[in-house]
Structures are given as C-alpha cells and as structure tokens.
Nanobody
Framework: QVQLVESGGGLVQPGGSLRLSCAAS????????MGWYRQAPGKQREMVTT???????NYAESVKGRFTVTRDNAKNTVYLQMNSLKPEDTAVYYC????????????WGQGTQVTVSS
C-alpha cells in the first residue's frame, strides 16, 4: 500500500515562506508524476503543481513565480517551496502520486494545513 506523508504546514504571515515535504513509502521513480493539490474552505480541490519523472513541471497560474516544486529521488521525497504567501493560499495541501500503467491511478496523502494570516 502506497503511503504519502506530508509535513511542513503551519501558520505564516502574508509575505512569508513555507516548505512542504511529501515522503513516499516507495521509490518515487515508480510513479509517472508527483504533484501538489490544495483545497480551501468552501472551494473545490485544485492543482497547484505537478512534476513528471522527466522533470516536466506545471504550475497553476496563481502560484507561478512564487512556488517551486522539486524532487529528491534518493530520499523519495517531493518538496513544495512556497514564497510570498498570500491569504488566498490558505488551504489543506495534498501530495499526489500518479501511475499510468496498467491503469491510471492517483494516490493521495492525508493533507497538511497551510494558513496565511496576520
């Protein structure tokens, strides 16, 4: 059973930074892509960023230039560096891992709360 464990969330002031980590229970090379999604209160879950095994990266327009996703294959961990945080970034952040074969499947972490407030 694949496990994804997020950490690093918390309370931060507007303009501050946080780094989220997602530790996988197996080699992240075994997944075609990793990602971060978020869900704010009363809103639908949305994609924040994805990174493929070939390091093709996609960001939501709302976080471009502020967030950076990286992966450490040796540690089976994916990171999300979040800078210049805004109150609208407040959400539960979820790590994901995708496999495309034999059928498409997405694994989810349990989520970590990020609150941006003064």
């Amino acid at each position: 059973q694949v496990q994804l464990v997020e950490s690093g969330g918390g309370l931060v002031q507007p303009g501050g930074s946080l780094r989220l980590s997602c530790a996988a229970s197996e080699s992240i090379f075994s997944f075609n892509a990793m990602g971060w999604y978020r869900q704010a209160p009363g809103k639908q879950r949305e994609m924040v960023t994805t990174i493929t095994n070939g390091d093709i990266i996609n960001y939501a327009e709302s976080v471009k230039g502020r967030f950076t996703v990286t992966r450490d294959n040796a540690k089976n961990t994916v990171y999300l560096q979040m800078n210049s945080l805004k109150p609208e970034d407040t959400a539960v952040y979820y790590c994901t891992a995708d496999r495309y074969w034999p059928s498409q499947y997405r694994y989810w972490g349990q989520g970590t709360q990020v609150t941006v407030s003064s």
